[in-house]
Structures are given as structure tokens and as C-alpha cells.
């Protein structure tokens, strides 16, 4: 199962992404983690990466695809994995499926959690609002400043994989202002129809 969450800040894709994890034994990748660790691993990729953030640069699209190609080609991912927060622009899903496709591997599905955006940033407030209530620091994501800044960019550079891959036949969208669990359901059917078709 090849698996792409797409959705924005706090549209609930890293529960969703933590519940396929459980169910069908795949990993979650993340390309901040996968960045650290080919960094921390010394990889040739991870050496060229680190290289860029020393200097302060953002890492290219090209070196992000690298450490995804090295990372799928790992044991665990064998069977298949899911990623959630890549890719953010239309250039990434471009070289992604290029990469994909020299390594002759399809994804199966694109999933995008679609929610109410305005309703998605009262319930940010709220979280920060019952954290101050609670005495508890407020977490960064959730600051509301903060948070509209992401969504504002998720909009204005992420929204647009959406149509490309709607056009190539591998996205669904799932009601993500339904309960978890709901959620959780909607994505179910979606992959076992998926699995009947295999």
C-alpha cells in the first residue's frame, strides 16, 4: 500500500497516518525525519543535505527525492509507506512520480482530508484557549498567528497537488470534519476497495 496524505495543518493527518502505520504495518515517512536521519547516517544524499543546511539553504526538491528513493529501497517499506507532508509543490509531485516510476513502482492511492478551513482555525483557537485555561504552554502549532501562516502557505503552494492528482485518477477525498474515527472509516473503505482491485 503506497499511500500520499494530503490536507492542510491540522486537517488530522498525522493521526490518520499513525493509524495506517498500526493497521498495515508500513511506515510513516516524514520528510523532516528522513532528512535528520540520512544526515545523522552520513549517506552520500544525507552528506549533500547537510552541506546545503549549514549554510543555511533549503534542501532542493532533487535532494528530498534522493533521500525518498534510498528510504523506500529500505526492508520496512517493502510492502509499501505512506507519505505525509511530501510533496508540497507541484515540482515535487513531478519529480516524486518520476523517481517512482524509474524505480517501476505506482502509488495506490492519494488521500486528501478535506475540512472547512475557517472552521479548522476556531478549532486552533479553541485548543490554545483550554491550553492557557489548563495553565498549559500553548504548543507552536497552535498559536493562531502561527497556524493561519501555515495554512496560508499550505494554500498557496500544497492546494495545488491536488488537481494533478486528481487528473491522474489517484485522489480521494475524505471528509476530514468528521469525528477520528469517522475518519478513520471513510479512509478504510477507500483502501479495502483498493485491495479488491489488486
Known amino acids: 500500500m503506497r499511500l500520499i496524505l494530503v490536507g492542510p495543518p491540522g486537517a488530522g493527518k498525522g493521526t490518520q497516518a499513525t493509524r495506517l502505520v498500526a493497521k498495515y504495518g508500513i511506515p510513516q515517512l516524514s520528510t523532516g525525519d528522513m532528512l535528520r536521519a540520512a544526515v545523522a547516517a552520513q549517506t552520500p544524499i544525507g552528506l549533500k543535505a547537510k552541506e546545503v543546511m549549514d549554510a543555511g539553504g533549503l534542501v532542493s526538491d532533487e535532494i528530498v527525492v534522493g533521500i525518498i528513493r534510498d528510504r523506500i529501497g529500505e526492508e520496512d517499506a517493502q510492502k509499501g509507506f505512506i507519505l505525509d507532508g511530501f510533496p508540497r509543490t507541484l515540482a515535487q509531485a513531478e519529480a516524486l512520480d518520476q523517481m517512482l516510476s524509474e524505480k517501476g513502482i505506482k502509488l495506490d492511492s492519494v ?16 485548543r490554545a484557549e483550554e491550553a492557557k485555561a489548563k495553565g498549559e504552554a500553548v504548543r507552536k502549532d497552535d498559536d493562531p498567528e502561527v497556524f493561519k501562516q501555515r495554512l496560508e502557505a499550505y494554500n498557496r503552494d500544497t492546494a495545488v497537488v491536488v488537481p494533478y492528482y486528481a ?15 469517522e475518519v478513520t472509516a471513510a479512509i478504510d473503505a477507500v483502501l479495502s476497495r483498493l485491495d479488491e482491485n489488486v
Not at 111 to 126: F, H, M, Y
Not at 170 to 176: A, F, I, N, S, Y
Open 167 to 181: 487528473k491522474s485518477g489517484l485522489l480521494t477525498v475524505v471528509d476530514g470534519m468528521q469525528s477520528i474515527d
Open 111 to 126: 488521500l486528501e482530508l478535506r475540512v472547512d478551513q475557517e472552521k479548522l482555525v476556531g478549532r486552533i483557537i479553541n
